[in-house]
């Protein structure tokens, strides 16, 4: 017999995100429970507590019928979670969480329990950002294995950045969008080296794996891949997109160059595209923050975008 649903405890960009759909995020909202409850009879769980992060989904801890612990995850209304399955399946634990079943009808994938977030070890920068290259490594997959996944994706961040600060009456100085714009132009003529990327692979989402586990060789896996080819330094740029707070000030310049250079020497790839890439999805993101209403969540983003305007790595 299942345990029953204790009283839900969304993330607050995920209750953020529910605002932004209206309707068909109170819908899922609502039902929620009763969906929580289905899943874990017919997969013979117990539920536990919910887990930290995640932007668009609720994460809770559970126990299968043997006892093993696991991880249910049951996302908002996102097409995309057909494509996170198939990652996941294609991996086969190299470098990604393993999947133990999905429903992608009702959004729902049953992962294995991992530990502790990369965001949240004590580790040095220059360690972590290591750690994530080397991960990625592992995680890449041939871009030819993956014939309908090709994205334009300098394109679709310059088109969302350009609308985007005009929607939201220009809340960063034009400057900001000038350079991100003439970076998506950059990637958009030198495209690099295609391969079938994670898409997302912020710290938050490099969580430790069990000592040993084949597929885990730096001791850390991926978790939510948005899966899809384009160029390798897209990764790496992502990798660069979250340390607003360690780059305020005048070292802010001189700090993410460093960092492109690590990500450079351990990954063969050029560190101007990394910080090209970087500042594109620097920019991007605060943008996309606001665009549902998380406005202070963007705000770092915007504010480290400007200290890096007169910077080349």
């Known amino acids: 017999?299942?345990?029953?649903?204790a009283p839900l405890r969304l993330q607050p960009l995920?209750?953020?995100?529910?605002?932004a759909l209206g309707d068909e995020g109170s819908a899922w909202e609502a039902r929620l429970p009763r969906l929580l409850s289905e899943l874990a009879a017919e997969w013979s769980l117990t539920l536990g507590g919910p887990k930290p992060g995640g932007s668009s989904s609720y994460v809770t801890s559970a126990r299968t019928g043997a006892g093993g612990e696991v991880?249910?995850?049951v996302s908002l209304p996102d097409p995309q979670l057909v494509h996170e399955a198939d990652t996941?399946?294609?991996a086969d634990g190299r470098g990604y969480v393993r999947l133990l079943a999905a429903d992608p009808g009702r959004g729902a994938l049953l992962l294995e329990a991992l530990g502790v977030s990369l965001q949240h070890a004590t580790l040095p920068v220059p360690d972590q950002l290591a750690l994530l290259a080397d991960t990625l490594a592992l995680a890449w997959q041939p871009a030819d294995e993956h014939p309908d996944a090709a994205r334009d994706k300098a394109r679709d961040l310059g088109d969302f950045v350009a609308q985007a600060w005009i929607e939201q009456d220009r809340p960063c100085p034009e400057a900001v969008v000038d350079r991100a714009l003439t970076y998506a132009q950059r990637r958009r003529s030198d495209p690099g080296e295609p391969v079938f990327l994670h898409g997302d692979p912020h710290p938050g989402n490099l969580l430790a794996v069990p000592s040993g586990r084949p597929g885990g060789e730096t001791g850390w896996c991926f978790i939510d891949p948005s899966g899809f080819v384009a160029d390798r330094?897209?990764?790496l740029g992502v990798v660069l997109r979250d340390w607003?707070?360690?780059?305020?000030?005048?070292?802010?310049?001189?700090r993410l160059a460093q960092w492109c250079r690590l990500l450079a020497e351990r990954s063969g790839v050029d560190a101007t595209r990394i910080w090209e890439w970087s500042y594109l999805e620097r920019v991007s993101t605060g943008l996309y923050l606001r665009s549902f209403g998380a406005d202070r969540a963007g705000a770092p983003f915007l504010r480290s975008a400007e200290l890096l305007l007169d910077a080349n790595c």
Request: charged fraction near 30%.
């Open 14 to 19: 995920t209750r953020a995100r529910i605002r």
């Open 88 to 90: 996941l399946r294609r």
């Open 244 to 254: 607003s707070g360690r780059l305020a000030g005048s070292g802010a310049r001189p």
């Open 71 to 73: 991880v249910l995850k």
């Open 1 to 5: 017999m299942t345990r029953p649903v």
């Open 233 to 235: 330094a897209y990764d």
